[in-house]
């Protein structure tokens, strides 16, 4: 159910991200790659109002990132990641599904760690 939340949410910041008015020349903005704000708050349980005070951001404006109508400037998205207690790069990727999570669950955190560290030399 996640990864359906996920791929529609992601959908959505896509029909929603921001085309500039074209001039004689100009070329069309890349959109932006998709956040996955919304899933992260539900994976912790935390809630959106929570994380916009850690952040110090409007709830309005948080509510606009999460939905996929805004895009968080890099200082912003840092906020909101550092509120969260992750990095800004885990934002960006969606959440681990229960599966996941209860395989991982079961393994010596050491061994998660250097698993990982193999992960990101390849």
Same mark, same amino acid.
């Given at each position: 159910?996640?990864?359906?939340?996920?791929?529609?949410?992601? +959908?959505?910041?896509?029909?929603? $991200?921001?085309?500039? +008015?074209?001039?004689?020349?100009?070329?069309?903005?890349?959109?932006?790659?998709?956040? /996955?704000?919304?899933?992260?708050?539900? %994976?912790?349980?935390?809630?959106?109002?929570?994380? $916009? %005070? &850690?952040?110090?951001?409007?709830?309005?404006?948080?509510?606009?990132?999460?939905?996929?109508? %805004? /895009?968080?400037?890099?200082? !912003?998205?840092?906020? +909101?990641?550092? $509120?969260? &207690?992750?990095?800004?790069? !885990?934002?960006?990727?969606?959440?681990?599904?229960?599966? !996941? +999570?209860?395989?991982?669950?079961?393994?010596?955190?050491?061994?998660?760690? %250097?698993? !990982?560290?193999?992960?990101?030399?390849?």
């Amino acid at each position: 159910m996640d990864n359906k939340r996920a791929m529609r949410d992601a +959908i959505k910041m896509a029909r929603n $991200a921001r085309t500039p +008015i074209k001039g004689p020349g100009s070329r069309p903005r890349r959109p932006p790659p998709p956040l /996955y704000i919304g899933q992260w708050i539900r %994976r912790f349980g935390l809630t959106q109002v929570e994380v $916009a %005070r &850690g952040a110090r951001i409007g709830e309005s404006h948080m509510s606009l990132i999460v939905k996929g109508e %805004r /895009y968080p400037g890099p200082g !912003t998205l840092e906020d +909101i990641a550092t $509120a969260m &207690g992750v990095t800004a790069e !885990t934002l960006k990727k969606p959440p681990p599904d229960d599966a !996941t +999570i209860l395989a991982a669950a079961g393994i010596d955190p050491a061994i998660l760690a %250097r698993l !990982t560290f193999n992960l990101r030399k390849n």
